[in-house]
C-alpha cells in the first residue's frame, strides 16, 4: 500500500534550509563511486514513503527513496548518479 509521507527540507520555524553534509571527491570526467553522496535533513511531518531527488547539473545527480517510520528530524542519504562533465562550482536544489 502506498502511504506518501509529508515533510520539508526547510526548518518550521525560520524557512532556512535544514543541514546537509556532501561526501567524497569529485573529478571531472571521472565515474562517481559509493563515498560521493549528499547526507539531507528532513523535517517530517507525516510518516510514509518518500522520493528526494536534486536537479541534473554538469552531468550528475543525487537521489534517494525510501520510507520514514517516525516523525521529526530525518537524516536521508542520496546516493550519486552519473558523472561530473567539467570541473565548475556546482549548486543542487532538492526536490521533496
Do not use: W
Given at each position: ?58 552531468g550528475f545527480y543525487f ?30 536544489y532538492s526536490h521533496l
Amino acid at each position: 500500500m502506498f502511504n506518501p509521507s509529508s515533510g520539508s527540507l526547510q526548518s518550521g520555524t525560520t524557512g532556512d534550509c535544514l543541514s546537509s553534509v556532501v561526501g567524497g571527491t569529485y573529478k571531472a570526467d571521472i565515474s562517481l563511486a559509493d563515498s560521493n553522496y549528499v547526507d539531507v535533513k528532513v523535517d517530517v511531518i507525516t510518516a510514509g514513503s518518500y522520493t528526494i531527488s536534486t536537479d541534473t547539473i554538469n552531468g550528475f545527480y543525487f537521489s534517494a527513496a525510501g520510507s520514514f517510520a517516525a516523525t521529526g528530524e530525518n537524516t536521508v542519504r542520496l546516493q550519486r548518479n552519473g558523472k561530473p562533465q567539467t570541473v565548475e562550482t556546482n549548486i543542487f536544489y532538492s526536490h521533496l
